[in-house]
T-cell receptor, first 112, second 114 residues
Framework: GENVEQHPSTLSVQEGDSAVIKCTYS??????FPWYKQELGKGPQLIID?????GEKKDQRIAVTLNKTAKHFSLHITETQPEDSAVYFC???????????FGTGTRLQVTL | KAGVTQTPRYLIKTRGQQVTLSCSPI?????VSWYQQTPGQGLQFLFE???????NKGNFPGRFSGRQFSNSRSEMNVSTLELGDSALYLC?????????????FGPGTRLTVL
């Protein structure tokens, strides 16, 4: 089955700096890659996603890039703010299935 | 539009008991997926229901089961609870169409097994 690896497990940046989280996947048939943000005591919140026919997608301070050949995708957050502090999960899905395979999460801390 | 709701939010049970968790999807969404989140195993897919039928299943024992009603609300049941079943159980809803759709998660039910 699909396996998704995520790095780093923790990331500390200063406010205003950029943060990058990277994921690799194993199943070349995967075609949907969402990113979720989970705050303490809450469920994961979808923040951005990308499909396999697109190489990059941007939404304000958040961008995701996908390299199908290398089977990896990354989340980029620019101009980080304290409210960006949370755990971020990448995930992958194959075909029309709703089954998401998640990475192990990255705890992002934005310090003042 | 209201988000995904899950009840109850917290639950404490003892080993051997059974438990039923409930999920109401976003209005108009027909697919409900369930996930288990633990510190050790992370987020793992349990199963997905679409139009009252189980469409996908993860690698969990038969003690974990679910169902979906005609109004798309879903329940999951865990029988003969074990200590290792302590986890945050999340449900996610999506439109469930023929292409991979965005999934929106509820706040989860925190289950503690003593």
């Amino acid at each position: 089955g699909e396996n998704v690896e995520q790095h780093p497990s923790t990331l500390s940046v200063q406010e205003g700096d950029s943060a990058v989280i990277k994921c690799t996947y194993s199943d070349s048939a995967s075609n949907y890659f969402p990113w979720y943000k989970q705050e303490l005591g809450k469920g994961p919140q979808l923040i951005i996603d990308i499909r396999s026919n697109v190489g990059e997608k941007k939404d304000q301070r958040i961008a995701v890039t996908l390299n199908k050949t290398a089977k990896h995708f990354s989340l980029h957050i620019t101009e980080t703010q304290p409210e960006d502090s949370a755990v971020y999960f990448c995930a992958a899905s194959t075909g029309t299935a709703s089954k998401l395979t998640f990475g192990t999460g990255t705890r992002l801390q934005v310090t003042l | 539009k209201a988000g995904v709701t899950q009840t109850p939010r917290y639950l404490i049970k003892t080993r051997g008991q059974q438990v039923t968790l409930s999920c109401s999807p976003i209005s108009g969404h027909r697919s409900v997926s369930w996930y288990q989140q633990t510190p050790g195993q992370g987020l793992q897919f349990l199963f997905e229901y679409f139009s009252e039928t189980q469409r996908n299943k993860g690698n969990f024992p038969g003690r974990f089961s679910g169902r979906q009603f005609s109004n798309s609300r879903s329940e999951m049941n865990v029988s003969t609870l074990e200590l290792g079943d302590s986890a945050l159980y999340l449900c996610a809803s999506s439109t469930g169409g023929t292409t991979t759709n965005e999934q929106f998660f509820g706040p989860g039910t925190r289950l503690t097994v003593l």
